[in-house]
Each structure stands twice: as structure tokens, then as C-alpha cells.
């Protein structure tokens, strides 16, 4: 491994990566909803009216896992799902003034959490940061080069 790697392997060890994650503003939106569901209102503020398969491309999940987060924030009034009126197969999603209400909270709270990271950093630096990131999401979003070994199966002998 590289130095550049090593050091950075020692900041998230030395928690240099993980105390943003424990911030009282991070904490915050945990309280209000799981982060899936964070990412869901966000989305859905973000976009609007969105079918169950759009939102679970923009969440990077499966349609089922979409289809859970929807009947979630349904429950609790704060997304409502109607059937497509030209093809019922599709389900769309669109917040409830409720969930409308929740997304400018949540934005807030994000919004604060950007503008921390714009006073650390300048501009420059806010670019350069982005890229790199962007091409580490790359680095896994990326099919492996050689497929993951297949499982094997051990045989162990038991006594009789």
C-alpha cells in the first residue's frame, strides 16, 4: 500500500473520518428518520412526483427496498402513493404537505452541514474534493476486474 493510503487508512482508524458522523446535526436527521428515508424525502423534494422504480434508481437500491421506504413514509403520512391512471402497474410517489414540511427541516439541517464544509475548505479545494470522491464512488461502482471466488462447500465428517 501507498502512503497516501496508508494515511488514510490511519484517519478513519484514528476516527479523523468518523466523528462528522457522530455531530449533534448529523445525529439530528438520524432521530428524524433512518438515513434511507432521509435520502427518500430529499429525493422526492428534490424531483417531486417520482414512480417506486425512478426512486429506487436515484437510492441506488432494489425496487423492493424502494417499495419498503415508500410504505414507511406512507404509514407516517408523509408520502402518498397512487397508481399510474395510464398504467397501473407503476406506482407513483409525491410528498403530503406533511412530508413537505419534514424535507425543508431536513434540508435545513443538511444545508448547515454544507456550509461547515465551506468555511474548512475553498473553492478550489471544495472541486477537487468533489472530484475525488466522485471517482472513488466510481472505483465502486465499477464491476470487478475478476469475479469474487465461488463459495466453497467444506465437508465435515461427524461421528456416529
Do not use: Y
Amino acid at each position: 500500500m501507498g502512503e497516501g493510503v496508508e494515511a488514510l487508512f490511519d484517519l478513519i482508524l484514528n476516527s479523523g473520518l468518523r466523528p462528522p458522523l457522530f455531530h449533534p446535526d448529523v445525529l439530528a436527521l438520524d432521530r428524524e428518520l433512518p438515513r434511507s428515508e432521509v435520502l427518500a424525502v430529499l429525493l422526492l423534494q428534490r424531483r417531486g412526483d417520482m414512480t417506486m422504480f425512478e426512486l429506487a434508481q436515484d437510492l441506488g437500491a432494489p425496487l423492493s427496498t424502494a417499495t419498503g421506504i415508500g410504505t414507511r413514509l406512507g404509514r407516517r403520512g408523509l408520502v402518498s402513493r397512487e397508481r399510474d391512471p395510464e398504467d397501473r402497474r407503476i406506482i407513483r410517489v409525491h410528498l403530503t404537505d406533511k412530508g413537505k414540511a419534514l424535507a425543508v427541516r431536513l434540508r435545513s439541517r443538511v444545508d448547515a452541514l454544507v456550509s461547515r464544509i465551506q468555511q474548512a475548505l475553498s473553492e478550489e479545494e471544495i472541486a477537487q474534493f468533489i472530484a475525488l470522491v466522485s471517482k472513488v464512488v466510481g472505483a465502486f461502482s465499477a464491476t470487478p476486474a475478476t469475479p469474487p471466488p465461488a463459495p466453497t462447500v467444506r465437508r465435515i465428517p461427524i461421528e456416529e
